[in-house]
């Protein structure tokens, strides 16, 4: 998909992704035929894949840095999916998008976010997920401390960033309180890292 990139780190870190990071896992967690918006999307691999997959009827993807998304757009034009997804330069602090998303994503963006800010951007994610529809967060763990750290350095070095890790019981009890309902969970190790990711529906009332 990124076969035509210009920028050859673009190649390199989108073609590794997959080994070092179980979209496989997320990507069964979305419906055939669904709506989808992807928060934080960077270079847009998830959308793409599930694009490819046929489990994507629209895509949505918005990222803060504009580099991520003109390779995002790049890919989809390239891979023949641009009429199924859109991905726009957007922040988080502009608010989360309304849409006709019946899934919600959110893939290894919560730990860039401040910890003071996590808990009301969770509601927020949890605020666009309509009766029936879900929401997909997947983050690094925050426990055994040492793969927090090889993450915290991969972070360092890659994104020169101090991320921010949060357990899943604290993202679980949050998005509760928003009367959404786990229906999955998983934790997974790729190498040194360590991933989780946790599915809720809205039931109807
Ligand atoms: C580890 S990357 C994950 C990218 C993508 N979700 C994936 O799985 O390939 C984290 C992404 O979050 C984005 N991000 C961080 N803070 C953001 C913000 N305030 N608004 C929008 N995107 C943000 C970064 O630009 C980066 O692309």
Not at 22 to 29: A, F, I, S
Not at 56 to 83: E, H
Not at 107 to 136: E, K, N, T, Y
Request: glycine residues 8%; charged residues 20%.
């Amino acid at each position: 998909m990124y076969r035509r990139e210009p920028n050859a780190r673009v190649r390199l870190f989108q073609g590794l992704r997959p080994h070092i990071c179980p979209l496989e896992d997320v990507m069964e967690q979305v419906p055939v035929g669904s709506r989808v918006l992807d928060v934080g999307c960077g270079a847009g691999l998830f959308l793409l894949l599930l694009a490819r997959q046929g489990r994507v009827d629209k895509g949505y993807g918005f990222d803060v840095a504009a580099p991520a998304i003109q390779a995002a757009q790049r890919a989809a034009r390239d891979s023949g999916l641009a009429d199924c997804l859109d991905f726009q330069v957007r922040s988080i602090e502009d608010g989360i998008p309304s849409g006709p998303w019946n899934v919600v994503s959110v893939v290894d963006v919560i730990h860039h976010v401040p910890s003071p800010h996590q808990r009301s951007f969770v509601a927020s994610l949890c605020d666009r997920v309509p009766v029936g529809g879900r929401l997909i967060i997947k983050d690094m763990v925050s426990r055994p401390y040492w793969r927090a750290l090889a993450n915290q350095m991969h972070d360092l070095v890659l994104a020169r960033q101090w991320v921010h890790h949060v357990g899943p019981d604290q993202v679980d009890a949050w998005v509760a309180s928003h009367g959404l309902r786990r229906i999955y969970n998983s934790r997974i190790d790729r190498w040194w890292y360590g991933h989780w990711t946790m599915v809720y529906e809205r039931p109807s009332l």
